[in-house]
Protein backbone atom coordinates (compact mmCIF):
# COMPACT_ATOMS: atom_id res chain seq x y z
CA UNK A 1 0.00 0.00 0.00
CA UNK A 2 1.56 3.13 -1.13
CA UNK A 3 0.77 6.93 -0.20
CA UNK A 4 0.24 7.45 -3.53
CA UNK A 5 -2.81 5.25 -3.68
CA UNK A 6 -4.14 6.41 0.14
CA UNK A 7 -3.96 10.00 -1.46
CA UNK A 8 -5.87 8.72 -4.39
CA UNK A 9 -8.61 7.03 -2.22
CA UNK A 10 -8.80 10.69 -0.08
CA UNK A 11 -8.91 12.85 -3.08
CA UNK A 12 -11.48 10.48 -4.90
CA UNK A 13 -13.38 9.62 -1.69
CA UNK A 14 -14.09 13.98 -1.11
CA UNK A 15 -14.02 15.60 -4.33
CA UNK A 16 -14.05 13.14 -7.16
CA UNK A 17 -16.24 10.32 -5.74
CA UNK A 18 -18.55 12.62 -3.86
CA UNK A 19 -21.49 10.39 -2.51
CA UNK A 20 -23.49 13.35 -2.42
CA UNK A 21 -22.93 14.92 -5.81
CA UNK A 22 -22.09 12.09 -8.18
CA UNK A 23 -24.69 9.47 -6.57
CA UNK A 24 -26.64 11.58 -5.41
CA UNK A 25 -26.56 9.00 -1.93
CA UNK A 26 -27.47 11.05 1.55
CA UNK A 27 -30.02 13.26 -0.36
CA UNK A 28 -32.41 13.43 2.61
CA UNK A 29 -30.15 15.14 5.46
CA UNK A 30 -28.18 16.66 2.55
CA UNK A 31 -31.57 18.87 1.90
CA UNK A 32 -32.76 18.88 5.80
CA UNK A 33 -30.07 19.44 7.75
CA UNK A 34 -28.41 22.74 5.85
CA UNK A 35 -30.84 25.00 6.55
CA UNK A 36 -28.28 25.92 9.22
CA UNK A 37 -24.52 25.66 9.44
CA UNK A 38 -24.42 24.02 12.99
CA UNK A 39 -26.67 21.46 12.25
CA UNK A 40 -24.77 20.68 9.15
CA UNK A 41 -21.61 20.38 10.96
CA UNK A 42 -22.76 18.35 13.54
CA UNK A 43 -24.41 15.52 11.08
CA UNK A 44 -21.22 15.72 9.27
CA UNK A 45 -19.26 14.69 12.68
CA UNK A 46 -22.10 12.06 13.53
CA UNK A 47 -22.11 10.36 9.98
CA UNK A 48 -18.28 10.52 9.54
CA UNK A 49 -18.40 8.40 13.30
CA UNK A 50 -21.11 5.97 12.21
CA UNK A 51 -19.66 5.19 8.86
CA UNK A 52 -16.11 5.01 10.15
CA UNK A 53 -16.66 2.70 13.14
CA UNK A 54 -19.65 0.43 11.08
CA UNK A 55 -17.36 0.16 8.07
CA UNK A 56 -14.56 -0.83 9.67
CA UNK A 57 -16.39 -3.49 11.81
CA UNK A 58 -18.47 -4.70 9.07
CA UNK A 59 -15.13 -5.02 6.87
CA UNK A 60 -13.87 -7.17 10.16
CA UNK A 61 -17.29 -8.56 10.38
CA UNK A 62 -17.50 -10.05 6.37
CA UNK A 63 -13.24 -11.20 7.02
CA UNK A 64 -13.55 -13.06 9.65
CA UNK A 65 -16.58 -14.21 10.35
CA UNK A 66 -19.03 -14.37 7.26
CA UNK A 67 -16.40 -15.28 4.90
CA UNK A 68 -14.44 -18.25 6.85
CA UNK A 69 -18.47 -19.46 7.38
CA UNK A 70 -19.60 -19.01 3.60
CA UNK A 71 -22.16 -17.14 4.64
CA UNK A 72 -21.56 -13.87 2.34
CA UNK A 73 -25.20 -13.87 1.94
CA UNK A 74 -25.69 -12.34 5.33
CA UNK A 75 -23.69 -9.22 4.56
CA UNK A 76 -26.88 -7.17 3.78
CA UNK A 77 -28.56 -8.01 7.23
CA UNK A 78 -25.73 -8.09 9.53
CA UNK A 79 -24.62 -4.94 7.90
CA UNK A 80 -27.73 -2.93 8.83
CA UNK A 81 -27.89 -4.25 12.13
CA UNK A 82 -24.47 -3.51 12.69
CA UNK A 83 -25.08 -0.05 11.68
CA UNK A 84 -28.54 0.40 13.26
CA UNK A 85 -26.85 -0.29 16.51
CA UNK A 86 -23.75 2.71 16.12
CA UNK A 87 -26.51 4.71 15.54
CA UNK A 88 -28.16 4.06 18.45
CA UNK A 89 -25.26 4.62 20.52
CA UNK A 90 -24.27 8.32 18.90
CA UNK A 91 -27.92 9.02 19.33
CA UNK A 92 -27.22 8.20 23.21
CA UNK A 93 -24.01 10.26 22.77
CA UNK A 94 -24.88 13.01 21.53
CA UNK A 95 -28.20 13.60 24.01
CA UNK A 96 -26.21 13.50 26.75
CA UNK A 97 -23.19 15.51 25.89
CA UNK A 98 -25.10 18.20 23.44
CA UNK A 99 -28.68 18.56 24.03
CA UNK A 100 -28.94 21.58 22.19
CA UNK A 101 -27.77 19.66 19.10
CA UNK A 102 -29.31 16.67 19.21
CA UNK A 103 -32.92 19.10 19.79
CA UNK A 104 -31.36 20.95 16.01
CA UNK A 105 -30.71 17.70 14.35
CA UNK A 106 -34.29 16.60 15.49
CA UNK A 107 -35.33 13.09 13.77
CA UNK A 108 -32.60 13.06 11.14
CA UNK A 109 -30.38 11.89 13.46
CA UNK A 110 -31.80 8.41 14.08
CA UNK A 111 -32.23 8.64 10.63
CA UNK A 112 -28.43 8.28 9.85
CA UNK A 113 -29.95 4.34 10.10
CA UNK A 114 -31.34 5.00 6.65
CA UNK A 115 -29.24 6.79 5.39
CA UNK A 116 -27.88 4.94 2.48
CA UNK A 117 -24.18 6.22 2.26
CA UNK A 118 -23.58 4.40 5.60
CA UNK A 119 -24.64 1.21 3.87
CA UNK A 120 -22.75 2.55 0.27
CA UNK A 121 -19.63 2.29 2.20
CA UNK A 122 -19.76 -0.31 4.15
CA UNK A 123 -20.72 -2.82 1.17
CA UNK A 124 -18.36 -0.38 -1.36
CA UNK A 125 -14.80 -1.59 1.35
CA UNK A 126 -15.60 -5.23 0.72
CA UNK A 127 -16.84 -5.13 -3.46
CA UNK A 128 -13.93 -2.99 -3.93
CA UNK A 129 -11.29 -5.56 -2.28
CA UNK A 130 -9.73 -3.13 -0.03
CA UNK A 131 -7.78 -4.80 2.71
CA UNK A 132 -8.24 -2.67 6.69
CA UNK A 133 -5.74 0.41 5.65
CA UNK A 134 -7.74 0.97 2.68
CA UNK A 135 -10.99 0.64 4.24
CA UNK A 136 -10.10 2.53 7.36
CA UNK A 137 -9.05 5.56 4.50
CA UNK A 138 -12.19 5.06 2.41
CA UNK A 139 -14.22 5.00 5.44
CA UNK A 140 -12.80 8.48 6.50
CA UNK A 141 -12.65 10.54 3.34
CA UNK A 142 -15.86 9.62 2.00
CA UNK A 143 -18.14 10.86 4.98
CA UNK A 144 -15.55 13.94 5.37
CA UNK A 145 -16.78 14.95 1.58
CA UNK A 146 -20.47 14.04 2.98
CA UNK A 147 -19.59 16.56 5.77
CA UNK A 148 -17.95 19.18 2.99
CA UNK A 149 -20.74 19.33 0.96
CA UNK A 150 -23.19 20.05 4.13
CA UNK A 151 -20.86 22.67 4.86
CA UNK A 152 -20.66 24.35 1.78
CA UNK A 153 -24.29 23.91 0.71
CA UNK A 154 -25.42 25.05 4.34
CA UNK A 155 -23.47 28.54 4.43
CA UNK A 156 -24.96 29.06 0.35
CA UNK A 157 -28.20 27.82 2.17
CA UNK A 158 -27.78 30.50 4.87
CA UNK A 159 -26.74 33.55 1.89
CA UNK A 160 -29.55 32.59 -0.05
CA UNK A 161 -32.17 33.52 3.31
CA UNK A 162 -31.28 37.05 3.45
CA UNK A 163 -31.10 36.89 -0.56
CA UNK A 164 -33.73 38.51 -2.90
CA UNK A 165 -35.02 35.64 -4.72
CA UNK A 166 -37.98 35.16 -6.92
CA UNK A 167 -40.96 33.77 -4.88
CA UNK A 168 -41.78 30.77 -7.07
CA UNK A 169 -37.71 29.76 -6.37
CA UNK A 170 -37.95 30.50 -2.40
CA UNK A 171 -37.12 27.34 -0.09
CA UNK A 172 -36.17 24.03 -1.68
CA UNK A 173 -36.94 25.16 -5.45
CA UNK A 174 -33.56 27.01 -5.46
CA UNK A 175 -31.65 24.57 -2.85
CA UNK A 176 -31.67 22.11 -5.70
CA UNK A 177 -30.83 24.74 -8.17
CA UNK A 178 -27.99 25.13 -5.96
CA UNK A 179 -26.86 21.37 -5.58
CA UNK A 180 -27.27 20.75 -9.27
CA UNK A 181 -24.68 23.66 -9.96
CA UNK A 182 -22.25 22.45 -7.37
CA UNK A 183 -22.71 18.80 -9.00
CA UNK A 184 -21.62 20.76 -12.45
CA UNK A 185 -19.26 22.43 -10.42
CA UNK A 186 -17.39 19.27 -9.11
CA UNK A 187 -16.98 17.82 -11.97
CA UNK A 188 -13.93 19.81 -12.65
CA UNK A 189 -12.09 17.28 -10.19
CA UNK A 190 -12.94 14.50 -12.34
CA UNK A 191 -9.43 14.29 -14.06
CA UNK A 192 -7.69 14.91 -10.75
CA UNK A 193 -6.28 11.17 -10.33
Given at each position: MSLSSILTLIIGGI?????????????????????????????????????????VLSWLLYYYVLDPLNIEYMELITFILLIAAFVQFVEMFVKKNSPSLYKSLGIFLPLITTNCVVLFVAQDNITQGYNL?????????????????L?????????LNGADVPEAFKGNPIAFIVAAIMAVAFTAFAGLV
Open positions: LINNVVLTKFLGMCPFMGVSTKLSSAIGMGLAVTFVIFGSSIETIVNSIAVPLGFMLMVIFATIRER
